[in-house]
Each structure stands twice: as structure tokens, then as C-alpha cells.
């Protein structure tokens, strides 16, 4: 079973309005990331957080992105104003101490009409 | 140009027949070497991870190798289970440890 839970499975939403995804880690990890995976393409990094601050970004990770732990255990990411092309899957990743492995979630299609 | 190579894009085995995929890279200085496999509509599981030359990791019917310039993932009498898309994955230069630039993958298919 993944370590992380992300909510929900699939999203469907139209151009423009803005969508939360949702990721639950099971234990306790320090290092929250957020990937996405095109369809047919390459899984690509978005995102990294730790100590509830943004470590690095990636060149997608623009001004319409957005991501917070709200109460210490839900980790989002938050795209304010869809659009077509951030019709993907999203998956949240996670890590602990060391060189303990990044795990991921089953991730959450969202598709933007 | 792609930092991360894998190869074949897609392979066709029988069950039982064994054979290996390739993931060569070019980023200097490499600070880990991810495999995962991923089934359609899932997130990547994770493998293995190797930091030097010459060091190999296995599990069940998979095992990886790693040189200076490639890393392999030997699938010995693979089983139909077997089948899925395998991604090798390695931080970038300067990068944290887990901003990691994926391959596309090689996806497996084993055949009864």
C-alpha cells in the first residue's frame, strides 16, 4: 500500500476555475513533493516542501500554483486558474531521514475541459 | 537534451525469458539512481536506489546494476505480474536529493 493517500482519484473540472488536490501521508515524513505526469509523457518534478516552507520549484511551478500543509497532516496543492494543458496526474510524493526512498502516492487525475 | 535514457521504449517477453533494461545518464556528480515501476493509472513504486559504480540491488526476479554511465534492471524468468512500465530516475546537479528528472520508462510486457 502507498504511504501517502491522495484525494480525490479523479478530477474533472473546467478552464478556469481553480481545484485543490489533496495528499495524506500515512506516517510521520518530513519531505512533501508534488510530481505530474502528462499523458504518455514523463513523470516531472512541481514542487518541494519541507518545514512548511517551499524548498525548490520547478519552471512549471508558476504563479498559478500554490501549495500548503493547513493543519499538519493534509498536504495540497492548490492551481488557481485551470488550464487545458494542466490536464495530467498528479501525484504526491513523500520522504523521510537520510536516504530513505521517495514513495508516491497513487496520484489524482485531473482533467480540465 | 535528455540527462536520463532508457531503452528499449517498450519490450515483449515470454514468460521465463529473461533480459535486462537499460538506463544510461549523463548528469556528473551522481548522487543516487532510482528505479520504480509503475502500473497503468498508479503512482511509481519504488525499487531500488544506487549510489556507485559497481554497487547491485536485488529483489524477487529483479535485479540492479550500476556503472559509471548506465544502470541495468535484469528481470530473470520474468512472470506475467511482471509486466509494467519501469522508470529510472536521478537527481539533477545541484538539485535536492529527490528533485528527481525521470526517463520515459520502458514499458514490460510478459507473456504467458
Known amino acids: 500500500e502507498p504511504e501517502v493517500t491522495q484525494t480525490p482519484s479523479h478530477q474533472v473540472t473546467q478552464m478556469g476555475q481553480e481545484v485543490i488536490l489533496r495528499c495524506v501521508p500515512i506516517?510521520?515524513?518530513?519531505?512533501f513533493y508534488w510530481y505530474r505526469q502528462i499523458l504518455g509523457q514523463k513523470v516531472e518534478f512541481l514542487v518541494s516542501?519541507?518545514?512548511?516552507?517551499?524548498?525548490?520549484k520547478s519552471e512549471i511551478f508558476d504563479d498559478q500554483f500554490s501549495v500548503e500543509r493547513p493543519d499538519g497532516s493534509n498536504f495540497t496543492l492548490k492551481i488557481r486558474s485551470t488550464k487545458l494543458e494542466d490536464s495530467a496526474m498528479y501525484f504526491c510524493?513523500?520522504?523521510?531521514?537520510?536516504?530513505?526512498?521517495?514513495?508516491f502516492g497513487n496520484g489524482t487525475r485531473l482533467t480540465v475541459t | 537534451e535528455d540527462q536520463v535514457t532508457q531503452s528499449p521504449e517498450a519490450l515483449r517477453l515470454q514468460e521465463g525469458e529473461s533480459s535486462s533494461l537499460n538506463c544510461s545518464y549523463t548528469?556528473?556528480?551522481?548522487?543516487?539512481l532510482f528505479w520504480y515501476r509503475q502500473d497503468p493509472g498508479k503512482g511509481p513504486e519504488f525499487l531500488f536506489t544506487?549510489?556507485?559504480a559497481g554497487e547491485e540491488k536485488e529483489k524477487e526476479r529483479l535485479k540492479a546494476t550500476l556503472t559509471k554511465k548506465e544502470s541495468f534492471l535484469h528481470i530473470t524468468a520474468p512472470k506475467p505480474e511482471d509486466s509494467a512500465t519501469y522508470l529510472c530516475?536521478?537527481?539533477?546537479?545541484?538539485?535536492?536529493?529527490?528533485?528527481?528528472?525521470f526517463g520515459k520508462g520502458t514499458k514490460l510486457s510478459v507473456i504467458p
Open positions: 510524493a513523500v520522504a523521510g531521514q537520510g536516504h530513505s526512498p521517495l514513495h
Open positions: 506516517s510521520n515524513h518530513l519531505y
Open positions: 516542501f519541507y518545514n512548511n516552507e517551499i524548498s525548490e
Open positions: 548528469v556528473s556528480g551522481l548522487r543516487g
Open positions: 544506487l549510489y556507485s
Open positions: 530516475a536521478v537527481p539533477l546537479p545541484g538539485a535536492g536529493s529527490y528533485q528527481l528528472t
